[in-house]
């Protein structure tokens, strides 16, 4: 992440692999590398409950809104389970940078 200016960064591995994760001084990114990606996130929203708290049924409309892929059922496969990958709709609501 050479040239990016972060406030606080960190070498992590797992696998035998290594990168590094940082959080950009403008506190509304996390960046990170492992090989040759580089990949950002916005920072979660601290003022909303984390996902993990949410009831079911808003966890799963919250994961439907941000992804087209789903874990269904099928027999055939030894776990009995495949993912899906549907054509991607679009976002219902898009996402903007926070100021």
């Known amino acids: 992440m050479s040239g990016a ?5 960190r ?7 290594s990168g590094l994760a940082g959080l950009l ?7 990170s590398t492992a090989g040759h990606d580089i990949r950002l996130w916005p920072m979660p929203d ?3 409950p984390p996902l993990h708290m949410l009831p079911h049924d ?10 087209n892929v789903r874990v269904v059922e099928d ?3 030894t776990t009995g389970y495949k ?4 054509p ?6 898009v996402p903007s940078r926070r100021r």
């Open 75 to 77: 027999p055939a496969a």
């Open 46 to 48: 601290l003022s909303q």
């Open 25 to 31: 001084a403008d506190g509304r990114w996390i960046a």
């Open 83 to 86: 993912l899906d990958l549907a």
């Open 88 to 93: 991607f709709p679009g976002w219902k609501d």
């Open 5 to 9: 200016s972060t406030a606080a960064s």
């Open 58 to 67: 808003v966890l799963l409309s919250k994961l439907d809104s941000l992804t």
């Open 11 to 17: 070498t992590c591995s797992s696998a035998g692999r």
